[in-house]
Nanobody, 126 residues
């Protein structure tokens, strides 16, 4: 599967953005999806995960209710709605997918995902 992330941009603190991750192919519903982010000088970190049907979601500790991951299997697209943005949310955001996730606890690990999008820059100004 090929992933194309979009929706990043420059936003003021307290604002919101919705990121999209469009997937190629007709088997999108067989993939679990994740969002990760990487700020300059930092390691890539887990943001959110959503199950194949969308009934299960998980978030990084820093999210604290500000972000919502969702998916539309009919449109082959996953989303990350980010609100109450902070300057520390500034990073390149990546979407990721895997068809082999077994529902275990390692949804936050980079190596749990086989496919990655190119990233979209999110910049939050203070």
């Amino acid at each position: 599967v090929q992933l194309q992330a979009s929706g990043g941009g420059l936003v003021q603190a307290g604002g919101f953005l919705r990121l999209s991750c469009a997937a190629s192919g007709r088997t999108f519903r067989t993939y679990v999806m994740g969002w990760f982010r990487q700020a300059p000088g930092n390691e890539r970190e887990f943001v959110a995960h959503i199950s194949r049907s969308g009934d299960k979601t998980y978030y990084g500790d820093f999210v604290k209710g500000r972000f919502t991951i969702s998916r539309d299997n009919a449109k082959n697209t996953a989303y990350l709605l980010m609100s109450a943005l902070k300057p520390e949310d500034t990073a390149v955001y990546y979407c990721a997918a895997t068809a082999t996730f077994d529902g275990g606890v390692y949804y936050y690990r980079l190596d749990s995902y086989d496919y990655w999008g190119q990233g979209t820059q999110v910049t939050v100004s203070s």
